[in-house]
């Protein structure tokens, strides 16, 4: 008897897509921010800051804390992301209120306000 014949073409395939990804993942991940993933106390000094001092002021229907909390509903990677940017001088104070104030309560909101304050 006679076995049939396989064909290994698929599996050989799926090998080489396995191998390209696993090549590729490397330089995927070198194409992300040289400082994304370090720490930076002082930015951590600042969000402490904030934190500290206006954590329980209001944007909106939600505390500044509450927006900045990972482990709260109501966290905004938007208002993080942006809070971030402003804190390490990479846009304008006027960029920062325009960009958040939709995040809750407007330019006039006591937490916006008393975030604006923070920074010298």
């Not at 993933?37 to 505390?63: H, S």
């Not at 937490?111 to 604006?116: A, E, H, S």
Request: net charge positive; glycine share 8%.
């Amino acid at each position: 008897m006679h076995r049939p014949l396989i064909d290994r073409a698929p599996l050989i395939g799926a090998m080489a897509r396995k191998w390209a990804l696993a090549a590729l993942l490397p330089l995927a991940l070198s194409a992300c921010a040289p400082d994304a993933w370090k720490a930076n106390p002082n930015y951590d000094a600042f969000v402490n800051q904030i934190l500290r001092n206006c954590g329980n002021q209001r944007m909106g229907e939600f505390t500044v804390s509450s927006l900045m909390n990972q482990d709260d509903p109501s966290y905004n990677v938007y208002f993080v992301d942006m809070t971030s940017r402003w804190g390490q001088n990479r846009i304008s104070t006027q960029d920062y209120i325009q960009g958040v104030m939709s995040v809750g309560g407007g330019s006039q909101s006591a937490g916006l306000k008393c975030i604006v304050a923070q920074k010298p």
